[in-house]
């Protein structure tokens, strides 16, 4: 069955340590997001990518970097730069750039101690 | 960023009551995509509207586009238990989508 893979579905981190979520995707989707969503809140945008080796900054991209070396992974690094990283991370890939209904990985919940 | 305001924040109805959100945007809107989200789960892809004043339905779910596409509405018949969940609308803004901050629905059996 085709669909988007995050791993693991919970991490915990020390405080200072970056870490690292996995997204794939077997889809063959072009384009490919990485969502924030804390208690209570909607999705907040991190990065995105439309292409293999582009993406773009989001509303809260920082403390985040992401790569696009295959179209069918899209990584996240939760560096020791965001204050506040603590929270449910969701992946999602559209096959076209203007998402044409969002598929969603089950997510990635990161505590960070 | 894009606005898009969604009522209400949370929402507690009786079974079998009707429920509905809102979603409303202070630009036209090109298309708008709703999305549920259950408890603990990812968000879902339910529709996308495009043509102003568009209604579409599935099953007791109705979807609205307002002619003026500045705002969208969906609408459930007879809530059931298994609709428990946060109902998302997300806008176009060119290069993706902007998700408001959803409704939370709760439905006592």
């Known amino acids: 069955d085709g669909g988007i893979t995050q791993s693991p579905k919970y991490l915990f981190r020390k405080e200072g340590q970056n870490v690292t979520l996995s997204c794939e995707q077997n889809?063959?989707?072009?384009?490919m997001y990485w969502y924030r969503q804390d208690p209570g809140q909607g999705l907040r945008l991190i990065y995105y990518?439309?292409?293999?080796?582009?993406?773009q900054k989001g509303d809260i991209a920082e403390g985040y970097s992401v790569s696009r070396e295959k179209k069918e992974s899209f990584p996240l690094t939760v560096t020791s730069a965001q204050k506040n990283p603590t929270a449910f991370y969701l992946c999602?890939?559209?096959?076209?750039?203007?998402?044409?209904?969002?598929?969603f990985g089950s997510g990635t919940r990161l505590t960070v101690v | 960023g894009q606005q898009v305001m969604q009522i209400p924040q949370y929402q507690h109805v009786q079974e079998g009551e009707d429920f509905t959100t809102y979603c409303n945007s202070s630009?036209?809107?090109?298309?708008i995509q709703w999305y549920k989200q259950r408890p603990g789960g990812h968000p879902v892809f339910l529709i996308q509207?495009?043509?102003?004043?568009e209604v579409k339905k599935q099953k007791r779910l109705t979807f609205q586009f307002g002619e003026a596409k500045k705002n969208s509405s969906l609408h459930i018949t007879a809530t059931q238990t298994t609709d428990v969940g946060t109902y998302f609308c997300?806008?176009?803004?060119?290069?993706?989508?902007?998700f408001g901050t959803g409704t939370s629905l709760t439905v006592i059996p």
């Open positions: 999602a890939s559209s096959i076209f750039t203007d998402g044409y209904g969002y598929t």
């Open positions: 889809l063959n989707h072009d384009a």
């Open positions: 990518s439309q292409i293999v080796n582009d993406f």
């Open positions: 630009t036209t809107l090109s298309n």
């Open positions: 509207l495009v043509k102003s004043g």
């Open positions: 997300a806008v176009n803004t060119g290069n993706q989508f902007y």
